[in-house]
């Protein structure tokens, strides 16, 4: 570790842990972006739903779209479709018009407005770099 830099920030084999599961979880939710996406699927399921995951250190940001329900096509998703950021536990569950009935929601969310952060110029709660869609 120390011949290319880097140094420990916790116990030994950390930033490994990091790099495995920031990869498995991009890949796990570019595959279900992928399967979501179907023709069959959308016809279906045409709504999407922010769910926050468990988190040790949830992102407010994240904590305020859990429950967001919003059409499969707005573009709001490709930047917020997670993960967005390291650690973010994040995930998309598409609806049907019956789930939304359920949920006591006639029509999908409006999407939040885009708020800039001025130290990271990326959009707020999104990690520098992670501001595109992984499917």
Do not use: F
């Amino acid at each position: 570790m120390g011949r290319y830099g880097w140094s420990y920030n916790g116990g030994q084999g950390w930033r490994t842990r990091v790099i495995y599961d920031t990869n498995l979880r991009t890949a796990y939710q570019a595959g279900r972006y992928q399967q979501m996406t179907d023709p069959d699927v959308l016809a279906s399921r045409p709504y999407w739903q922010y769910c926050h995951g468990d988190s040790r250190h949830p992102r407010p940001e994240h904590l305020a779209w859990n429950g967001m329900a919003l059409d499969a096509d707005d573009p709001w998703w490709s930047t917020h479709y997670p993960p967005n950021g390291w650690g973010c536990k994040c995930k998309v569950v598409p609806l049907s018009r019956g789930d939304m009935n359920r949920a006591g929601k006639d029509e999908a969310d409006d999407a939040p407005p885009d708020t800039i952060d001025p130290a990271t110029g990326e959009p707020a709660g999104i990690d520098k770099g992670w501001d595109y869609n992984v499917g």
